[in-house]
Structure formats: C-alpha cells, structure tokens
C-alpha cells in the first residue's frame, strides 16, 4: 500500500485557511495522502479523517499513529453530523471532500474498480452495503441501466449495448471486470487513448455508492457543520460531481464562493501525477 499522491495540496491548504486551534475534517481521508499534509503544514489543529473503506481506514490509524492530533474514523461524510456528534463537536473550522477512489482501491483487482485488472464486478466503497455493479449489470433492468448509463457515464445511445448486455446474461451472466470490459469493447470503438468502458465504468461505480444523492447530501451537512468562516473544499474529477458542487455553492445563500472559475492542477502536477488532469477544486466560505 502507498499514500494516494494528494491532489493540488498547496491549494487545498490554502483554501482550508488552517488556522491554530481548528478543527478540521479530512471527509474522504482515504490513504492519508491530504491528511498527511495538512498535519504537516498546522500541527497545532485538531483533524479528523473520515472513509468509507475500512481498509483504508485501517491503513491510516496506523500510518499516521505520531500524530495523536488526528483520529480516523469509518464512515461515510453524509453521516458527519452523526460523527462528530459522538465526538462531541459542534462546529468545525474546515472541511476537504476529495471525491471518486483512490489509486489504491483502483490498483486492487479485488475493489472491482478497474476494467483493466480482473476482479469481481464489485465497485463498492464500502463494503458492508449489498449492492455491487454485478447485481446492477446481471440484474436490473433494460430501462434502469440505460438511464444509468446515459445519465451518469453521459453514454449517448446506449440501448444497442444494453440490449446485447440482457441478451448475454440471460445465457451467462457477467462474473468479472475484464468480462465485462472486453463485451463493451466490442460495440463501441475506442476514442484515442480512452477505453470505450471507461464511461460505463463510471456509472456503475456512482450508481453502486449512489454518489450524486450522497454528495448532495454530504455537501449540505458540511454547510451545517462549518462555523462562521469556515471553509469547505471539494475536489471532483468528473462533470457531473462539479456540476452538482458548483450549483451547490452558487445556491446557497450562506455561502461565499472563493474560486469563481474551478482550481485546476498545474502542468508540473500533472507530469508527476497524470491521474490529476481531470481534478477541479472548488472553494467556499460561510458566512
Ligand atoms: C480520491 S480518494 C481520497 C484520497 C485522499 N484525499 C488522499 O490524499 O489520500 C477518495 C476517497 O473517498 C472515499 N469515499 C468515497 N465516497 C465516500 C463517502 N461518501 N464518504 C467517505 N468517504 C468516501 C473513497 O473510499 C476514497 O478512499
């Protein structure tokens, strides 16, 4: 395991304003990557990491031990309030959402994240919830999957694969990545570099973790956690989460947006860390 390379650092920390004394929440701490850095840059703050995979969670207790200013916890940002409510905190001075998996969830066939690593057709980050993309892709049906995979792979036309795809489970059903990878390489051509189950891929991924509902979600309960001139940032990498992160912040009256134009990662971050290319970070304020 490696600490995820944490994306924009520089930015995200001065966008979260740490100031001496705060509190802090790393929402998606995953491998420890921004948590590592913010702890670093203000080691008089108080920070809590949040995940939805256990085992990332595991993997940090341990890699950030020295820093008794900072405690992982096992859940899902959408359940903050509840969190910190056990820790008996009221209000925060900041909070980090960095969204979608990490590389280590991606480089793990197991996760089922990948279609170029075979693994199980999983996708979860958390694994104690039942739904998987195997469930959705042997077993739901023609008109839900289509509107998955239009509405969050932003897939045009997909009736023709979603048609091959019932027609094929109904004799066998799809069992890994790859399986599934190659059946879609053979109904759409590959565009560049990009592999034609790259979309699909992604809208199974949001609909097994429900990620736009929880993101609304999470975003909302941050808003209500923040303290006067508290900061929250967000990191998206596809158009869907940043569409849904700007009209939240451009929405909300309490809020005071501080990056007009979304944060982009600078060429030399994106030669080191090419997965960085698609990040946007967006910033606001409460007032
Ligand atoms: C891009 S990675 C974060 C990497 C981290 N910032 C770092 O520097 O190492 C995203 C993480 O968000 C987690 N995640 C996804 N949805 C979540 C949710 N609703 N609540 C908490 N964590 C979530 C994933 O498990 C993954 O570990």
Request: hydrophobic share 35%; glycine share 6%.
């Amino acid at each position: 395991m490696t600490e995820h390379y944490p994306v924009m650092k520089g930015y995200v920390v001065q966008y979260l304003n740490l100031k001496d004394g705060g509190i802090y929440i790393d929402a998606t701490c995953g491998y420890g990557g921004h948590s590592r850095y913010i702890l670093e840059t203000n080691s008089n703050i108080l920070l809590y990491g949040m995940d939805k995979d256990e085992d990332a969670i595991r993997y940090i207790s341990n890699a950030l031990a020295d820093f008794k200013n900072f405690k992982a916890i096992h859940s899902g940002y959408e359940e903050m309030d509840r969190v910190l409510e056990k820790e008996g905190i009221e209000k925060v001075d900041g909070i980090l959402m960095d969204l979608g998996f990490s590389t280590n969830q991606i480089k793990d066939g197991e996760r089922g994240f990948s279609f170029q690593i075979e693994g199980p057709l999983d996708m979860r980050y958390d694994r104690r919830n039942n739904l998987t993309a195997g469930e959705i892709i042997n077993r739901w049906s023609r008109k839900e999957i289509i509107w998955l995979f239009e509405n969050y792979g932003e897939v045009k036309k997909s009736h023709r694969i979603v048609d091959a795809i019932i027609e094929r489970r109904k004799k066998k059903k799809f069992e890994t990545t790859t399986e599934l990878a190659d059946f879609i390489a053979k109904y759409y051509r590959r565009y560049g570099k990009i592999h034609p189950a790259t979309k699909f891929f992604m809208a199974l991924r949001i609909a097994v973790n429900n990620e736009i509902d929880v993101l609304k979600e999470g975003l909302r309960k941050a808003v209500s956690l923040l303290k006067t001139d508290g900061r929250l940032v967000v990191i998206s990498f596809h158009s869907i989460e940043d569409r849904t992160v700007k009209y939240f912040f451009r929405n909300n009256c309490q809020l005071n947006v501080l990056t007009k134009k979304p944060v982009l990662p600078d060429t030399e971050e994106i030669r080191i860390n090419p997965e960085s290319r698609s990040a946007k970070m967006r910033a606001c304020e409460k007032t």
